[in-house]
């Protein structure tokens, strides 16, 4: 369970980025992240993280506090995080050294470390790629790998902090079917991101909006009755379309799924 409870952060004293904000993410959950630019969505992936502390409430997760120096090791191995750039997140010269070197630092077992790095690998589809340097992969699969090393480390929640933003349409849709791979897996994940047709995925939307919580609850129900452009989001396709169809059919996150609906409606009729 990751919670926040109550918690105040800011860069410079008197500017909050983050004013009294609570939530509890549950494990197994998939929970995506949204709001304008700016709005303070990196700035919570790295409190969840404990790269940054609060400043007032806590950040917990299960026992374990950010605050507490002793806690902040043993959180840094339970939470992953993807970021927005694969090109800054190789430091390595292979695949295979990219998965390890995550794994030594975490003192895992020699005799541990192939099995963990070839069943990281598959898990994000790239088994073949071991050998592979940088250079020879597309943004996509350097993305890939990035989550592969973090896989390879066990944790119990993973963030993408606007992980797919710079990948081409393919890329994206390839990392978005794996954060729902390893959802099904039983990892928590927490995915931030300006693509409004990802957050249809996810199971629960946050919306953070001035410093404050602003929506805490189902995607497709937020699109249903809140005025997205309020808060600089823009429509997903599906609601798009469903506000040119009969309002009468029930909005359905899958636009093909609201279609096929309105298409067997009429023709009953
Ligand atoms: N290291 C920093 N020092 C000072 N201000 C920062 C720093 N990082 C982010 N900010 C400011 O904090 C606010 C929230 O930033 P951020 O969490 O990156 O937003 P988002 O990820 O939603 O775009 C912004 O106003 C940003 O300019
Ligand atoms: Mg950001």
Request: contains cysteine.
């Amino acid at each position: 369970m990751l919670v926040f409870n109550q918690v105040h952060f800011y860069y410079k004293k008197g500017q909050p980025v983050l004013d009294n904000v609570s939530f509890t993410i549950n494990p197994g959950e998939f929970v995506a992240i949204v709001g304008a630019n700016g709005c303070g969505k990196s700035t919570i992936a790295k409190l969840m993280d404990g790269l940054l502390l609060p400043k007032g409430g806590s950040v917990k997760l299960n026992d374990l506090d950010t605050s507490v120096p002793e806690d902040l090791a043993k959180i840094h191995e339970q939470i992953g995080l993807v970021f927005q750039n694969p090109e800054d997140q190789f430091i390595t010269t292979t695949v295979m050294d990219e998965v390890l070197f995550g794994l030594e630092n975490i003192r895992v077992p020699r005799e541990e470390m192939s099995e963990r790095v070839s069943h990281a690998l598959q898990a994000v589809h790239m088994g073949d790629y071991l050998e592979a340097m940088p250079h020879e992969l597309s943004g996509g699969q350097k993305q890939r790998v990035a989550i592969a090393a973090i896989v390879a480390m066990r944790p119990q929640v993973i963030i993408f902090d606007e992980a797919t933003s710079m990948l081409d349409p393919q890329g994206r849709e390839q990392v978005v079917s794996i954060m729902h791979e390893l959802h099904q897996q039983g990892l928590t994940i927490v995915h931030i991101t300006h693509h409004m047709e990802e957050v249809l995925t996810a199971e629960r939307m946050l919306l953070i909006h001035e410093g404050r919580l602003e929506y805490d609850g189902d995607p497709l129900a937020f699109f249903n009755s809140m005025p997205a452009a309020d808060y600089q989001l823009h429509l997903p396709f599906a609601v798009r379309l469903h506000r040119q169809l009969d309002h009468h059919i029930p909005l359905a996150a899958d636009w093909k799924e609201m279609i096929r609906s309105q298409w067997s409606i009429n023709y009953k009729r």
